[in-house]
Nanobody
Framework: QVQLVESGGGLVQTGGSLRLSCAASGRTFGTYAMGWFRQTPGKEREAVATISGGGASKRYADSVKGRFTISRDNAKNTVYLEMNSLKPEDTARYYC????????????????WGQGTQVTVSS
């Protein structure tokens, strides 16, 4: 069982930047694919970016390509989401997720979830 704790959310103006972090417990972090997802009230949770266990493979939602960067430091059991050029439509609760079965994209492919961190972008 892996436990995930997100941090780094907050209030930022349009065009600003934030860096989210997700710290994971356990000694096998490098075997887990990791993902960042987001959700707004009344909408389904959607994938933002995912990264394979070794970090070589990454995938981004079209809406964040060129603005967001996912990375991981397996020595620190941490995955990051660097968010630049933020827009009001990026406002959401952002969740970190992990799974050691395969590198996936859909929410059902991730078994372990954090509690989320709120990101609010003001216009």
């Amino acid at each position: 069982q892996v436990q995930l704790v997100e941090s780094g959310g907050g209030l930022v103006q349009t065009g600003g930047s934030l860096r989210l972090s997700c710290a994971a417990s356990g000694r096998t972090f490098g075997t887990y694919a990791m993902g960042w997802f987001r959700q707004t009230p009344g909408k389904e949770r959607e994938a933002v970016a995912t990264i394979s266990g070794g970090g070589a493979s990454k995938r981004y939602a079209d809406s964040v390509k060129g603005r967001f960067t996912i990375s991981r430091d397996n020595a620190k059991n941490t995955v990051y989401l660097e968010m630049n050029s933020l827009k009001p439509e990026d406002t959401a609760r952002y969740y970190c997720a992990a799974d050691n079965r395969r590198w996936g994209w859909a929410t059902y492919e991730y078994a372990h979830w954090g509690q989320g961190t709120q990101v609010t972008v003001s216009s």
